[in-house]
């Protein structure tokens, strides 16, 4: 199946399997809209850098926190790789990130849009008494409230709540319902509050328990269990190690060695509890519970471990 598409390049073409047809139309449609997209492999994570671009080596993209050099064509620096260049996306480079592909993302800062990331039906409830009304998209768990401006991303601003902006990506889960307002004032003193510094050895943990790692979340997964479970449990002891400093660094890296491990599997191979279970332990030795689960995301992600957002 041959896809073209008109809006940017008239002579843009796309040749992917007819399985992934509807992901590239709405990738299409929405780099014509101005939304810069992307795609996102198995665990819903970006895709990981090219050998040019390992440990940031060509200095990261333009748009990064510190502007780099990068020019790089392939699917590299995770969020930043968000384009509305239709060359870009029809190009050689990204016909086997989109015949991989096992969802679509979007940067919302680059759009100018901010997406508060509600995780679970309590944050929902939160968001519905707290929250101006605006444009919602479901989700697998929860819900996404799509506001007009962009302000700084912060995970686990309070429970089960992340705000998605400017430096990181959201995924495209359809255009969803109601009307888009401004971003509110309220939304930004929820990153605002994040930033605070905590007292002296208080470990900042409120996120509820989450499922530790099993076969049933890594259906899609080439390895088997004892390969998994003693690769993170290696992870886990290294993390734990670090008692006086350097946790929240060596969170990102175990994050990092456990997403390439899986860079071939179909998925899903439950990165997400494996994720968990590197944040839990990064918490357990006194980092702040927001700067491990954005080590760790970023560590997921192949993104470097100074660029947390």
Not at 4 to 14: G, R, V
Not at 47 to 68: Q, S, Y
Not at 106 to 121: C, F, K, Q, R, S
Request: charged share 15%.
């Amino acid at each position: 199946m041959t896809y073209q598409h008109n809006p940017a390049s008239p002579s843009a073409t796309l040749t992917v399997p007819d399985p992934y047809r509807d992901r590239v139309r709405a990738a299409l449609s929405l780099a014509a809209a101005g939304v810069p997209v992307l795609p996102l492999r198995a665990g819903k994570v970006p895709f990981g850098n090219c050998h040019a671009c390992t440990d940031n080596a060509c200095g990261g993209r333009p748009n990064m926190k510190a502007a780099g050099p990068c020019q790089c064509p392939a699917v590299c620096h995770g969020w930043a790789a968000a384009t509305t260049d239709v060359a870009v996306l029809t190009s050689p480079s990204w016909a086997r990130p989109w015949r991989e592909a096992q969802a679509l993302a979007y940067h919302p800062g680059g759009a100018g849009l901010t997406v508060v990331d509600l995780d679970n039906a309590d944050a929902v409830t939160w968001a519905r008494t707290a929250l101006p009304a605006t444009r919602t998209v479901a989700t697998t768990r929860g819900e996404h409230w799509i506001y007009q401006g962009a302000m700084r991303s912060a995970n686990a601003v309070r429970p089960g709540v992340d705000i998605k902006s400017r430096m990181s990506y959201a995924r495209w889960l359809g255009t969803g319902t109601g009307t888009m307002t401004r971003l509110p004032a309220v939304v930004r003193a929820l990153v605002e509050r994040e930033e605070t510094t905590t007292a002296r050895g208080e470990v900042v943990s409120s996120s509820p328990s989450r499922a530790e790692w099993d076969r049933s979340v890594a259906t899609g997964c080439r390895h088997t269990e004892r390969f998994v479970r003693t690769g993170l449990e290696r992870g886990l002891a290294l993390v734990r190690a670090h008692t006086e400093s350097g946790a929240g660094s060596q969170a990102f890296g175990v994050a990092q060695f456990l997403a390439a491990q899986h860079t071939a599997c179909p998925g899903p191979c439950g990165l997400e509890a494996l994720g968990w279970q590197v944040v839990a332990a990064a918490v357990s030795v006194g980092v702040p519970e927001p700067y491990a689960r954005r080590a760790v995301t970023n560590g997921l992600s192949g993104s470097p471990v100074g660029r947390v957002s």
